[in-house]
């Protein structure tokens, strides 16, 4: 069973960073994409960003620019620097790792962490 454990959560004033760290264990085989996902009481949760093992990635519009996802695959770990932060980014963080056990046909296991709260206050 793959376990991804979220770090780094906590209260930060508008404009200030926070930097959260995954750290993945467990899996038998590697995880090909890995990423962070938020989500807001009464909201779906949403996509902040995502990293491929090759480093290729991808942003949400509200994000770009301001935060950055990186991998350190040897440690088999994904962090999230969040700079400028806005009240708006107020929400529970979690990490998810994706396995492909098959592209023709496509098939995926999905994983998810415990989450880890940020509160920006104005």
């Known amino acids: 069973q793959v376990q991804l454990v979220e770090s780094g959560g906590g209260l930060v004033q508008a404009g200030g960073s926070l930097r959260l760290s995954c750290a993945a264990s467990g899996s038998m085989f590697r995880i090909n994409v890995m990423g962070w996902y938020r989500q807001t009481s009464g909201k779906e949760r949403e996509l902040v960003a995502t990293a491929t093992e090759s480093g290729l990635t991808n942003y949400s519009d509200s994000v770009k620019g301001r935060f950055t996802i990186s991998r350190d695959n040897a440690k088999n770990t994904v962090y999230l620097q969040m700079n400028n932060l806005k009240p708006e980014d107020t929400a529970v963080y979690y990490c998810?790792?994706?396995?492909?056990?098959?592209?023709?046909?496509?098939?995926?296991?999905?994983?998810w962490g415990q989450g880890t709260q940020v509160t920006v206050s104005s």
């Open positions: 998810n790792g994706r396995v492909v056990v098959s592209r023709l046909p496509l098939r995926v296991n999905d994983y």
